[in-house]
């Protein structure tokens, strides 16, 4: 039978809520929210800056400011307030997990204490997550730096973080469990000083033994060296099984080149390294009349393990792989041709600005994908925009060989096909790219887009492409259809088959009930084949009937009417203090002669006494700081059942606050009116 609207009053005001909408046929399914606590009912009160997803779709882990995702038994210390840190989300169940605490601050100023856990990559299986932070999370770590640690998600944590044996040390000397040391700061930076840190997304290996990260900007005894002299922004590989800790970033001799200041990713086989890099001309061969500035970017590669790898470009102006190349000689024009040239115009303006980019990688990593502000060779028209190129690093292949370009800019002024490519991913066998840009059409080469461009210019958007079966497809759509109201964040993460996609976006119709009002994790997938069953119900995956909004000078209520019959507050608070929401039934106004007109009754009625109010909900709770606040009213007993059954319960709420510290206590209070209603869905489930 035919779904009906379902209508329900609001304020005295009679609204309309508009069917929930039809699931129309698509090859991607609508973007499912991670970044929540399904079994609370509640979204993240602070905002979400970076995601990965497991190789087989269904784990997401993220990095949040959210204080609202601890479990009620893991308080805080005293006069302090972590904000947030790294959670995991099970697609499967809809259950979220902490992996590690995040930034400490002091709970009345904000002031920075100890920096938490960032910048998370997630193994295939979703067991190892590793992240970096400044907290010692083993009983070895004595210093007071950064560094990398791997979380073994299949040991619980205890209160004491460093005594469970859930975390292991990555950024450790070689041969060892020992912490890596380093060069001090002054003056120094407490609870944060620089050390070793890792690319979100792509720093670990698919088995989790695998994992590749940076120092910073302090030297360092890494790998294993007797003094403090290793210099900084170098590149490691860590072999977890075996302890090894590899120097990446070799000059001739054999030493630290340094010069890695940028991502770091690596192949999720473990065996290849690609990173952005300076210093270049010391670690790999460079032809007459190229640039060596030593403040140069390119991005470099290596197969970090093989005997006698070397460091390598990916691509450039010149191609040293080339076996014609003889006199090793090139120039900047921008149309010669010829052995010793590479397959890109104009390196200059080509790789200078991707400092912040990541390249991708295939599983094997023999396949690379790279952004380049360059035209294709021989060019007569400038690239003044990023795109998308792809190359083979086999043995044997040239770099004119073995690169294509992908998508391409134009200098012209046509709003729809320019803008930068913010990032790419890659799936592992190279056949799917997946890009962020705010470009609403792409020219040849890359394939035609599929389905409608964005109606408008707008912020970035999450693309595929698909080189094998030559598809650019918009992947990012509210409910039902159309333009999400915000942009996508740069650095989406893929699945190893490329069906999955995870990403951070702070658009607030992307799933319905999203009222935080912050960047949110999403993830979207081919819905013909979900990674690993249907996304469970919950917060985002539960259409609402309707979202109201009440102010005051002190407070700020949202309330979201769901379609189970709960109300969903989300109350913006000042402070740190005790919050408390109470719901009463509302004096009825109604006559008995209102009731017999009703019916088509005629005989005069005398008026009845106002029914008087009664609670039928509450609900308390703490702010730690100044927030949002997720509070949900449930009804109990014959209320409920009434609710569910079809009768809307108009009540008032009354939200309270009570600051902190008790010296300063003031209570202060907003009421606003709103009513509990269930969808026909949940009346019919309740008679079952």
Request: aromatic letters at 6%.
């Amino acid at each position: 039978m035919r779904r009906r609207p379902i209508s329900f009053a609001l304020g005295g005001a009679l609204l309309l809520a508009a069917a929930l909408p039809a699931v129309a046929p698509a090859a991607w399914s609508d973007a499912q929210l991670a970044s929540v606590d399904n079994a609370r009912l509640e979204q993240a009160d602070g905002g979400t800056t970076a995601v990965d997803l497991s190789g087989d779709g269904r784990w997401v882990v993220f990095q949040t400011r959210a204080t609202n995702f601890f479990p009620d038994d893991d308080a805080d210390a005293i006069g302090t307030l972590r904000l947030g840190g790294v959670f995991r989300f099970d697609r499967t169940t809809g259950a979220i997990q902490l992996v590690a605490d995040g930034d400490v601050v002091g709970e009345e100023d904000g002031t920075l204490l100890q920096r938490g856990a960032a910048r998370p990559s997630v193994s295939d299986d979703g067991r190892w997550v590793v992240f970096s932070t400044a907290q010692r999370l083993v009983p070895q770590d004595d210093n007071d730096n950064i560094d990398v640690y791997v979380r073994d998600m299949s040991v619980p944590l205890t209160s004491d973080r460093a005594g469970g044996g859930a975390y292991r040390l990555v950024s450790a000397r070689d041969g060892s469990d020992d912490p890596a040391h380093y060069a001090p700061i002054d003056p120094p930076l407490t609870g944060r000083n620089p050390g070793a840190d890792v690319f979100a997304a792509q720093a670990i290996s698919a088995d989790g033994r695998y994992v590749a990260f940076r120092t910073t900007d302090l030297a360092s005894d890494l790998p294993a060296r007797d003094a403090v002299d290793t210099s900084p922004f170098n590149v490691f590989v860590r072999d977890l099984a075996t302890k090894r800790t590899v120097l990446v970033t070799r000059d001739a001799d054999g030493n630290g080149a340094g010069g890695g200041l940028g991502p770091v990713v690596l192949s999720r086989d473990g065996s290849t390294v690609s990173w952005v890099g300076q210093n270049a001309s010391r670690q790999t061969r460079f032809l007459n009349g190229e640039n060596t500035d030593d403040a140069f970017s390119y991005y470099l590669w290596r197969r970090w393990d093989d005997a006698g790898a070397t460091t390598r470009r990916v691509t450039g102006l010149a191609d040293p792989d080339d076996p014609a190349c003889v006199d090793g000689t090139v120039d900047t024009n921008p149309i010669a041709t010829g052995p010793c040239y590479g397959p890109l115009a104009d390196t200059d303006a080509g790789f200078n600005d991707i400092g912040s980019r990541a390249p991708a990688l295939s599983a094997d990593g023999w396949t690379v994908a790279f952004l380049a502000g360059a035209a294709a060779r021989p060019a007569q028209d400038p690239d003044t925009y990023l795109d998308v190129f792809t190359t083979s690093m086999r043995p044997g292949v040239s770099r004119k060989a073995g690169t294509q370009a992908v998508t391409r800019g134009t200098s012209a002024p046509n709003p729809n096909v320019n803008g930068e490519i913010a990032s790419i991913a890659m799936s592992a066998d190279g056949s799917r790219l997946v890009l962020v840009s705010a470009r609403r059409q792409y020219l040849p080469p890359a394939p035609p887009l599929v389905g409608d461009p964005r109606s408008s210019a707008g912020g970035n958007e999450l693309y595929t492409i698909d080189l094998g079966a030559g598809g650019s497809t918009r992947r990012v759509l509210r409910p039902g259809g159309g333009d999400v109201d915000g942009s996508i964040d740069a650095n989406a993460a893929v699945s190893a088959d490329g069906r999955s996609i995870a990403f951070v976006s702070g658009a607030a119709n992307l799933a319905p009930g999203d009222a935080n009002g912050q960047p949110d994790a999403f993830t979207v997938t081919e819905s013909a084949d979900p990674p690993s069953g249907a996304p469970p119900a919950g917060l985002g995956a539960d259409p609402i009937n309707e979202e109201i909004v009440s102010s005051s000078d002190d407070l700020g209520v949202r309330a979201i009417v769901r379609r189970d019959g709960t109300l969903l507050l989300r109350v913006s608070v000042p402070g740190p203090g005790s919050l408390r929401a109470v719901a009463k039934t509302r004096a009825s106004g109604t006559t008995a002669a209102r009731a017999r007109r009703a019916r088509g009754g005629r005989r005069a009625a005398k008026k009845v006494k106002p029914a008087k109010p009664r609670q039928v909900a509450v609900r308390s709770a703490q702010a730690r700081r100044r927030s949002t606040v997720q509070m949900t009213l449930r009804l109990r007993g014959r209320d409920r059942t009434k609710v569910r059954r079809g009768t809307p319960l108009p009540v008032r709420v009354t939200v309270t606050l009570t600051p902190r510290p008790k010296a300063r206590a003031k209570s202060v209070s907003i009421t606003s009116r709103f009513r509990f209603v269930a969808s026909r869905a949940s009346r019919k489930s309740a008679h079952r």
